[in-house]
């Protein structure tokens, strides 16, 4: 039976890893379709390249950050218990791997490809598992301090505020110092649209994040016996309860429609073991308003060129999923308790600050010495042929 037991574990964690590898593409396609056409190609190969930089780095030094266990060994010790360290491993990288795969989408089409690399590296390897092996592994003994001060550790199921709000959060000071894109806001005033150069390609996207999305919240129980369903239900209350709000406050618009399902999701991850569906789907529709009010407010009042909307949606949507788990999360709003809005808000406003200035410093320090941003030249040509040679479509091109 124990061996039974091992092998299942390691078998449900894999196919957790596979289900949130899967969202990767839906990372890539959902930024392909938002993007403009001259951009298309580098949208897929920068998530492609940014998730294998980040599984060297996780590898070599994040996960041991985060957990304390190196991969140094023979390959004998690292098989015991069915390899579970290892699919394990995989499993969380593929979360790791996210946070690069957020901030393509804030600074896309105009930044240049091998420093953003550097900022993977960077980020994946060192940024992001200090505050994971805070939040998840109860680094420094913080999570001590937060119960004992407030009643209750802080709480993070699924990664709303440790994957989500952080990618966000460091997604916002790159964005700024990059700057807008080419001709976006006019000197007089005005703004440019730069739509999307494919809806279809956008829905597909967000639909494969959806669809993976449940991999990344039921797996996150990571062994068998901790399965719950509730965690499934609740993720798929709080996707449509951002669908439906995403709709009505964007007015029909596609693609606020098919980023409120994810606008949800994200907040739904941190409190989906503990709340009641009904206060999953209210969690979910407040996020997909929220992220139709403030992408709409950020890229026409204040001017912050965040194409994907990644701040919004990541950032905001995930500290709202980390606060909410402290609200809807308690026995008096029908969840299972167990948390206190105190050490939500806590370790809320610590991912979120921990993000900024880290996010600051990466992107501040590798402007200042190699360069963040396309030249205007390449801007004007388009990262595809800019930087890859090549555009989407080469064969059309050709015949032109």
Not at 16 to 21: A, H, Q
Not at 127 to 144: K, S, T
């Amino acid at each position: 039976m124990q061996a039974l037991k091992q092998g299942s574990d390691a078998l449900f964690i894999l196919l957790g890893g596979i289900m949130v590898l899967a969202m990767h593409a839906g990372f890539a396609f959902l930024e392909l379709g938002t993007v403009r056409k001259k951009n298309q190609v580098n949208a897929l190969v920068k998530i492609l390249v940014d998730f294998s930089v980040s599984t060297v780095m996780y590898f070599v030094v994040g996960y041991g950050i985060a957990y304390g266990t190196s991969f140094f060994v023979g390959a004998e010790q690292l098989a015991t218990r069915n390899g579970f360290e290892l699919v394990r491993f995989f499993f969380l990288l593929t979360f790791a791997a996210a946070i690069p795969a957020i901030i393509s989408g804030g600074i896309a089409e105009r930044a240049r490809f091998g420093p953003q690399l550097m900022a993977t590296a960077v980020i994946v390897g060192f940024v992001y598992p200090l505050f994971e092996g805070v939040a998840w592994n109860n680094a420094f003994g913080i999570q001590d301090w937060i119960k004992v001060t407030t009643g209750e550790a802080f709480h993070d199921f699924a990664g709303s505020v440790v994957v989500h709000a952080m990618g966000g959060w460091m997604a916002l000071p790159a964005v700024i110092l990059l700057g807008a894109r080419a001709n976006r806001y006019r000197k007089d005033g005005g703004i440019s649209a730069h739509p999307p150069s494919n809806i279809p390609f956008l829905a597909l996207g967000a639909w494969i994040l959806t669809v993976g999305w449940f991999g990344f919240n039921v797996m996150s129980a990571q062994t068998i016996d901790k399965i719950s369903g509730l965690v499934a239900v609740n993720s798929l209350m709080a996707m449509v309860g951002g669908t439906l709000a995403a709709l009505a406050a964007g007015r029909n618009d596609p693609g606020f429609v098919h980023n409120g399902p994810l606008a949800g999701l994200v907040a739904v991850c941190a409190g989906s073991d503990l709340m009641h569906p009904l206060g999953a789907l209210a969690v979910g529709a407040f996020a997909g308003g929220l992220f139709v009010s403030m992408f709409t407010l950020t890229q026409n009042r204040w001017k912050i060129d965040d194409v994907l909307g990644v701040w919004p949606l990541h950032g905001l949507c995930g500290a709202w999923g980390g606060i909410a788990a402290g609200i809807f999360g308690q026995k008096a709003l029908g969840g299972l308790g167990g948390v206190s809005f105190g050490g939500q808000l806590i370790g809320t406003l610590m991912g979120i600050a921990w993000a900024l200035v880290a996010g600051f410093v990466v992107y501040a320090l590798i402007k200042t010495v190699t360069g963040l941003r396309l030249t205007p030249e390449e801007e004007y040509e388009g990262a595809d042929l800019a930087i890859h040679r090549i555009g989407s479509t080469p064969e059309r091109e050709a015949t032109w």
